[in-house]
């Protein structure tokens, strides 16, 4: 069973805080997601940037949680990810829109 939790965060200054009741939306599914894919993010805006780190502590029936991470620039969770992918988000979206065969929209 894969929960999956959706955190945008757009337009954010450092200072702002994430509206409620979002924010504890977002907070109380990322402790129950056993998979968080983050896309073209630092994850350097907390504490939005902790949340996918939740899933790393919760257990599947094949070990820990799971952290993809896929963004151009290093972030500072690079070293706890299952999978790391340095390129645009834009790519490798049409990628798996492709192998999934669903249709990829012209931007």
């Given at each position: 069973?894969?929960?999956?939790?959706?955190?945008?965060?757009?337009?954010?200054?450092?200072?702002?805080?994430?509206?409620?009741?979002?924010?504890?939306?977002?907070?109380?599914?990322?402790?129950?997601?056993?998979?968080?894919?983050?896309?073209?993010?630092?994850?350097?805006?907390?504490?939005?940037?902790?949340m996918p780190l939740e899933t790393l502590?919760?257990?599947?029936?094949?070990?820990?949680?799971?952290?993809?991470?896929?963004?151009?620039?290093?972030?500072?969770?690079?070293?706890?990810?299952?999978?790391?992918?340095?390129?645009?988000v834009d790519t490798v979206m049409k990628?798996?829109?492709?192998?999934?065969?669903?249709?990829?929209?012209?931007?």
């Amino acid at each position: 069973c894969v929960v999956l939790c959706c955190v945008v965060v757009c337009g954010k200054d450092w200072e702002d805080a994430l509206p409620e009741p979002d924010f504890s939306r977002a907070n109380e599914h990322s402790k129950k997601a056993t998979l968080a894919v983050t896309l073209g993010t630092s994850l350097q805006i907390n504490p939005a940037g902790l949340m996918p780190l939740e899933t790393l502590n919760n257990p599947t029936q094949q070990g820990e949680g799971k952290l993809v991470i896929i963004n151009l620039q290093e972030t500072p969770h690079d070293d706890l990810t299952s999978l790391r992918i340095y390129a645009k988000v834009d790519t490798v979206m049409k990628g798996v829109l492709q192998e999934l065969g669903l249709p990829v929209p012209d931007v």
